[in-house]
C-alpha cells in the first residue's frame, strides 16, 4: 500500500508544488504590473510587448499621439538588450517626471534619484541584477556605450520582472545622450479621461496602426498578456502534473488489484459467514479512498515545503527574484477530494472482482 500512497502523494506534491510556484510569481508579476506600469494604453509596433520580437518605432510619432485630445502624457519607453557586467540585461529608458508620478515602483533599497543625481549618473537597478551582481545604494559599476566607457552610480533598488537577467533604468534623455538611440519600443499613453479609452485606441489604430503595424493594449489587456505568457512557459510543467497524478491512480488500481490475490482466502472467508458482494465491495472501495485521502495530505505537506523551497531557495539562486511565497490551499483541497474520488472509483473495478470470487475456491486457495 506503500507504493500506491507514496506515488500519489508525489503526484499530489508536484502539482501544488508547481502550483504554488507559478501562483507565488503570478501574484508578484500582477501586483508589479498594476503599481510599476500604470499606463491606459501601450502603443507597440510588430508584437503586443516590448522584447525582441517587436520593431522600435521613430520618436517622432509621440508628438502625433499628444495631439489627441483624451491624451495627458505620453511616455517614450525604449528597452535595449544589452552586456553589463557579464550579463545580458535590459536598458530600460523612460521619462522618470511622468514615472514618478504616476507609478509605484516598489523600492528594497535606496530611493529613486532626483533629477540632480541622475544628471551625475545615479540610476536605478532590478532586484535580480542587484543580487547577481551584489550592487547596492551607492556602487559604481561600469557599462559600456557607444559613447564610450560610462560610470553608474546605484541609488535604488526595485522589484522589475522584465528580464530574468536583470534590468537597469536610466533617464531617456541620459539614454539618448549615451547611447545615441532615440528609437521607441512602447508608447505609454496617459489619459484625461479613462472613459475615452476605447475611443483613443480606435484613434490611434485608424490613423497609424496600418502603417506602423501597432498593437494597442489597454492595461487590463497588458495583464493578461503577461499572465498568458507565464502559462505558456509552465504549460510542459502541468502536462507532467497530470501524467504523474494518471501514474499514481494506475498504481492504486494496481495495488488493489494484487491485493485481491494476496487475501482470496480472507475474502472466500468473509463471503461464507455472511458479508454480501456490496460489503466486500465496500470494504476494497474505501480502502481505496483511505489511499486516496492519505496520499492526498501527505502531498500536500511535501507540496508545501518543496514549492517553498523552489520559491524562496531554487528560484531565488536561478532569477534573482524573491517572490513572497503563497501556498495554494483552495487548490490543495479541491485537488485533494478529488484525488481522492479518483482513487476511490479506480478501487471499483478491483472491488467488483473480488465481490464475484466464488466462495469454495477461494477458501480452498492457499
Given at each position: 500500500t506503500a507504493v500506491p500512497v507514496s506515488a500519489l502523494a508525489i503526484g499530489v506534491g508536484?502539482?501544488?508544488?508547481?502550483?504554488?510556484?507559478?501562483?507565488?510569481?503570478?501574484?508578484?508579476?500582477?501586483?508589479w504590473i498594476e503599481r510599476s506600469v500604470p499606463a491606459d494604453l501601450f502603443i507597440t509596433s510588430s508584437a503586443r510587448v516590448s522584447g525582441v520580437q517587436n520593431t522600435p518605432m521613430e520618436e517622432?510619432?509621440?508628438?502625433?499621439?499628444?495631439?489627441?485630445?483624451?491624451?495627458?502624457?505620453?511616455?517614450?519607453?525604449?528597452v535595449l538588450p544589452h552586456d553589463v557586467m557579464g550579463l545580458r540585461i535590459y536598458i530600460v529608458s523612460l521619462n522618470p517626471e511622468i514615472y514618478g508620478t504616476r507609478g509605484k515602483p516598489e523600492i528594497l533599497e535606496g530611493k529613486l534619484p532626483t533629477w540632480e543625481e541622475r544628471q551625475q549618473n545615479k540610476v536605478t537597478v532590478s532586484e535580480n541584477f542587484s543580487?547577481?551582481?551584489?550592487?547596492?545604494?551607492?556602487?559604481?559599476?561600469?557599462?559600456?556605450?557607444?559613447?564610450?566607457?560610462?560610470?553608474?552610480?546605484?541609488?535604488?533598488?526595485?522589484?522589475?520582472?522584465?528580464?530574468?537577467?536583470?534590468?537597469?533604468?536610466?533617464?531617456?534623455?541620459?539614454?539618448?545622450?549615451?547611447?545615441?538611440?532615440?528609437?521607441v519600443d512602447t508608447f505609454e499613453l496617459y489619459l484625461k479621461d479613462r472613459a475615452q479609452l476605447e475611443v483613443t485606441r480606435q484613434r490611434v489604430t485608424q490613423n497609424w496602426g496600418e502603417k506602423f503595424n501597432l498593437y494597442v493594449l489597454s492595461n487590463q489587456e497588458l495583464r493578461a498578456e503577461a499572465k498568458r505568457l507565464v502559462d505558456d512557459a509552465f504549460a510542459i510543467t502541468y502536462a507532467m502534473e497530470i501524467v504523474a497524478a494518471l501514474l499514481a491512480l494506475l498504481g492504486v488500481i494496481n495495488t488493489l488489484l494484487a491485493a485481491i490475490i494476496d487475501r482470496t482466502r480472507e475474502i472466500g472467508l468473509l463471503r461464507a459467514i455472511g458479508a454480501s458482494r456490496r460489503q466486500v465491495v465496500a470494504l476494497f472501495v474505501t480502502e481505496a479512498g483511505l489511499m486516496?485521502?492519505?496520499?492526498?495530505?501527505?502531498?500536500?505537506?511535501?507540496?508545501?515545503?518543496?514549492?517553498?523551497?523552489?520559491?524562496?531557495v531554487v528560484g531565488v539562486e536561478g532569477t534573482g527574484w524573491r517572490v513572497p511565497y503563497i501556498f495554494p490551499t483552495a487548490m490543495a483541497l479541491q485537488f485533494g477530494l478529488a484525488a481522492a474520488a479518483c482513487a476511490t472509483v479506480a478501487g471499483f473495478y478491483p472491488a467488483r472482482k473480488a465481490s464475484?470470487?466464488?466462495?469454495?475456491?477461494?477458501?480452498?486457495?492457499?
Amino acid at each position: 500500500t506503500a507504493v500506491p500512497v507514496s506515488a500519489l502523494a508525489i503526484g499530489v506534491g508536484m502539482t501544488l508544488c508547481v502550483a504554488g510556484f507559478v501562483g507565488s510569481f503570478q501574484h508578484s508579476s500582477e501586483r508589479w504590473i498594476e503599481r510599476s506600469v500604470p499606463a491606459d494604453l501601450f502603443i507597440t509596433s510588430s508584437a503586443r510587448v516590448s522584447g525582441v520580437q517587436n520593431t522600435p518605432m521613430e520618436e517622432g510619432l509621440a508628438d502625433e499621439l499628444a495631439k489627441l485630445p483624451a491624451v495627458e502624457h505620453v511616455d517614450k519607453l525604449r528597452v535595449l538588450p544589452h552586456d553589463v557586467m557579464g550579463l545580458r540585461i535590459y536598458i530600460v529608458s523612460l521619462n522618470p517626471e511622468i514615472y514618478g508620478t504616476r507609478g509605484k515602483p516598489e523600492i528594497l533599497e535606496g530611493k529613486l534619484p532626483t533629477w540632480e543625481e541622475r544628471q551625475q549618473n545615479k540610476v536605478t537597478v532590478s532586484e535580480n541584477f542587484s543580487r547577481r551582481r551584489n550592487l547596492h545604494p551607492g556602487t559604481r559599476f561600469q557599462v559600456r556605450t557607444p559613447t564610450g566607457e560610462r560610470e553608474y552610480e546605484v541609488s535604488a533598488v526595485i522589484t522589475d520582472y522584465t528580464s530574468d537577467q536583470g534590468v537597469l533604468f536610466l533617464d531617456r534623455r541620459i539614454f539618448v545622450e549615451h547611447f545615441k538611440d532615440t528609437r521607441v519600443d512602447t508608447f505609454e499613453l496617459y489619459l484625461k479621461d479613462r472613459a475615452q479609452l476605447e475611443v483613443t485606441r480606435q484613434r490611434v489604430t485608424q490613423n497609424w496602426g496600418e502603417k506602423f503595424n501597432l498593437y494597442v493594449l489597454s492595461n487590463q489587456e497588458l495583464r493578461a498578456e503577461a499572465k498568458r505568457l507565464v502559462d505558456d512557459a509552465f504549460a510542459i510543467t502541468y502536462a507532467m502534473e497530470i501524467v504523474a497524478a494518471l501514474l499514481a491512480l494506475l498504481g492504486v488500481i494496481n495495488t488493489l488489484l494484487a491485493a485481491i490475490i494476496d487475501r482470496t482466502r480472507e475474502i472466500g472467508l468473509l463471503r461464507a459467514i455472511g458479508a454480501s458482494r456490496r460489503q466486500v465491495v465496500a470494504l476494497f472501495v474505501t480502502e481505496a479512498g483511505l489511499m486516496g485521502v492519505t496520499g492526498s495530505v501527505l502531498g500536500a505537506l511535501a507540496g508545501y515545503c518543496l514549492g517553498y523551497i523552489i520559491t524562496q531557495v531554487v528560484g531565488v539562486e536561478g532569477t534573482g527574484w524573491r517572490v513572497p511565497y503563497i501556498f495554494p490551499t483552495a487548490m490543495a483541497l479541491q485537488f485533494g477530494l478529488a484525488a481522492a474520488a479518483c482513487a476511490t472509483v479506480a478501487g471499483f473495478y478491483p472491488a467488483r472482482k473480488a465481490s464475484h470470487l466464488n466462495v469454495v475456491e477461494a477458501l480452498a486457495y492457499e
